[in-house]
């Protein structure tokens, strides 16, 4: 295993489904009530630049279950590259924690927090990818489905991080991936390349809604405004209003077509009530597996479960 989870684009198919068959094991004991602390003793430094009620409530009962403790550290605790600068804090931090997780804005911060960190560093989410989350989605779906064959999985709205994430997935497991997008918010040019020339899966970019969702096995969303973009939601709102997730764009997706949503969802923008409360949302079974994910994930980086 390698030493950090910075992308998934860093690991092997092998890799990936052995992280997935600890989920399932560690998932199952959590449910049980077994105890499964293969991280007994040891500390996690959370370094939130960017706060998140899932990120923070997931791994940090996620480490206790393992039974180890988790540390948060909030904005004003740490300035990430403001008041200290990043290779620093890596280093400390490393001295005082057997891991970090981090969620930051700058994907170069969280390079260089591993490249100087002597401890494994997770990313928790950056402006370029959401790694942990795709995870859970994944899981999520091969728990529902009970395979990976032959898997259409359509996103719309916009190529923010949780799409780059997607399609870096999309070069490790092979599934047709549609991402549809108004024009000029598709996903990174170079993670679309690279993930391409990996020859897994076959990825589109298309604009029409309603031919994206054709045939569709999960149909997915996020919210068309990330956070720090809140000057520009008033003006996405226009641009993606249809590509909304409703129940009329779902009656051009397959019967059973399963929904999905990272969130926080903005309900009545990306997606509506009756679709994200509907039977074909999966929304609250993935927010759950974040947290299987993320607690085998720590386990096979730091526990060499």
Known sequence: MKKDFISIADYSREELEEIFELTKELKTKTKRGEEHHLCKGKTMAMIFAKPSARTRISFETGMYQLGGYALYLSPNDIGIGKREAVKDIARVVSRYNDIIMARLFDHAHILEMAEYASVPVINGLTDYNHPCQIMAD???VLEKRGHLKDLKVTYIGDGNNVA???????SKLPMQLVICSPSGFEPDDETLSR?????VSQIEIVHDPIEAVKDADVVYTDVWASMGQEAEAEKRRK???PY?????????????ALV?????AHRGEE?????????????????????HVQKAIIAKLLCNA
């Open 138 to 140: 994944i899981f999520t």
């Open 164 to 170: 780059n994430s997607w399609v870096n997935l999309a």
């Open 195 to 199: 993930a391409r020339e990996a020859g």
């Open 239 to 241: 641009v993606f209003m």
């Open 244 to 256: 909304q997730v409703n129940a009329r764009l779902m009656s051009h997706a397959r019967k059973d």
């Open 260 to 264: 999905m949503h990272c969130l926080p």
């Open 271 to 291: 997606i509506t009530d009756d679709v994200i409360d509907g039977p074909q949302s999966i929304v609250f079974d993935e927010a759950e597996n974040r947290m």
